[in-house]
């Protein structure tokens, strides 16, 4: 691997624990809360062998994926605040053991217990301090509290007294209208990151918290694409200014954006609006096994001179790595 400003880095690939996996199976949205089976789910080892994951980044020149538990897949919410603990311990010491094995091919997450925040916030000193985990992996909501809300304003100071990163990807939508022709997943994840950087932005997190960087999953959703009728409440609604200091549309750079957004011309719109340092290379692997790096180059939407940053120098700076 080269020094920090050369590597190639996924910022959205997944690992799981196998133990929880089986304890969250019908808990989960993949499997509609246990209304259909979940299918082979790790039948060829990439979510749960390091040297499966580092054979397909070697075969996609990858040097380093930054591992993160699917919440849609093998998520903790759903248990009882103690055993949450529990799992995400187990999660965190799994993610923990790929990156001290694999220290330069495995950057690591940490996930939380997040309905209790006397015992999440301790966790979160664990993960970092002693384990060496600096990404807090965070879902769109807590039982339907978004990240903004001013009740988890807590979090938001221990991520900052920590230096640790915000990656935030939602776990799901629990509606049930979601799950026919599986809607969770093609319209309700971007709506799920819709609504959590509306509430970030609303409630003021941007503003307060200029500090600790937040990444969100699959370019933000819907969110950075229809911004007019927000700005529009400048004026039209003046209520909807009450805690934040400029239009809707100026907070957009507050946050980076994964480049999991299948469409080049997403991807095209989300660099005009964003600004390509504000964007990080990510795949969904191994839900999505498009070469994400590949998906750069020939979408015709960035330059050869905005490509390497978006690959890996920009996260690699946020990460402090190389």
């Known amino acids: 691997m080269e020094e920090g400003a050369r590597m190639i880095i996924d910022i959205h690939a997944h690992a799981i624990d196998p133990y929880v996996l089986n304890l969250a199976r019908n808990r989960v949205v993949v499997t509609g809360f246990g209304e259909r089976p ?31 538990l699917p919440g849609v897949i093998s998520g903790t919410s759903w248990a009882a605040a103690r055993t949450d603990l529990e799992l ?4 965190n010491n799994t993610i923990a053991g790929w990156v001290r094995a694999h220290p330069k091919r495995f950057a690591g997450t940490y996930v939380l217990p997040l309905q209790d925040l006397h015992l999440a916030l301790p966790e979160a000193q664990r993960c970092v301090e002693e384990l060496g985990l600096n990404v807090a992996n965070l ?3 807590i039982d339907g509290i978004y990240l903004g809300d001013f009740r988890l304003r807590p979090l938001w100071d221990g991520l900052r007294k920590l230096k640790s990163v915000a990656w935030i990807h ?5 509606d049930a209208w979601f799950q026919r022709y599986a809607l969770w997943n093609s319209l309700g994840q971007s709506i799920e990151e819709a609504k959590v950087m509306a509430s970030l932005m609303y409630e003021g997190v941007f503003d307060q918290y200029p500090d600790v960087p937040i990444i969100i999953a699959h370019g933000g959703g819907y969110f950075p694409h229809y911004m007019g009728r927000l700005d529009r409440n400048v004026t039209n609604m003046p209520h909807s200014m009450a805690n934040i200091s400029k239009p809707p549309s100026q907070y957009l750079r507050s946050v980076f954006y994964d480049t999991c957004v299948y469409d080049p011309d997403v991807l095209g719109v989300l660099a005009q609006r964003v600004g390509a340092d504000r964007l990080i290379m990510g795949s969904d692997y191994p839900v999505n096994m498009l070469d994400p790096l590949d998906f750069l180059k020939t979408s015709g939407k960035l330059t050869d001179a905005e490509i390497p940053a978006v690959a890996g120098t920009t996260l690699a700076g946020l990460l402090k790595l190389g």
């Open 88 to 91: 995400c311990q187990r999660v």
């Open 38 to 68: 979940m299918g082979p789910r790790d039948s060829d080892g990439t979510m749960t062998d390091p040297e499966v994951q580092i054979a397909h980044m070697d075969s996609r020149g990858i040097d380093m994926h930054v591992l993160s």
């Open 139 to 141: 879902p769109a909501n």
């Open 170 to 174: 939602p776990d799901g939508v629990k």
